[in-house]
């Protein structure tokens, strides 16, 4: 009976938001690396329509990783960029191209 009371009142601890919770955003000691994806997944022929998306992958200091989610960035003091190099039979063709990220929403 005594064991069933103490389960009870964890489940009740959880429930109600007492347990510790993850932690989100960034922490001191983390590690950030851009990772980009692209849709549809290359080699793309000319006239082709490309998504082209970046991902904030966080390395926590205790170990584990997760991504940045969008509501932790602060638009205002982030400037993404990204050079394009467009090839034709494996040779450069023209210069690259650098465009900004945007956030879409």
């Keep these: 009976?005594?064991?069933?009371?103490?389960?009870?009142?964890?489940?009740?601890?959880?429930?109600?938001?007492?347990?510790?919770?993850?932690?989100?955003?960034?922490?001191?000691?983390?590690?950030?690396?851009?990772?980009i994806l692209f849709a549809p997944d290359g080699p793309w022929n000319a006239g082709?329509?490309?998504?082209?998306?970046?991902?904030?992958?966080?390395?926590?200091?205790r170990g584990g990783w997760n991504y940045l989610a969008d509501a932790d960035v602060v638009l205002a003091y982030?400037?993404?960029?990204?050079r394009i190099t467009f090839l034709a039979d494996g040779r450069i063709v023209g210069e690259p191209l650098e465009v900004p990220f945007v956030h879409d929403c």
């Design 48 to 61: 082709t329509n490309v998504s082209i998306g970046m991902l904030i992958k966080l390395e926590r200091t």
């Design 1 to 35: 009976m005594r064991a069933c009371f103490v389960l009870v009142c964890c489940i009740a601890m959880l429930a109600c938001g007492c347990a510790p919770k993850a932690a989100t955003g960034l922490q001191p000691g983390d590690v950030c690396q851009p990772e």
């Design 78 to 82: 982030v400037t993404m960029t990204a």
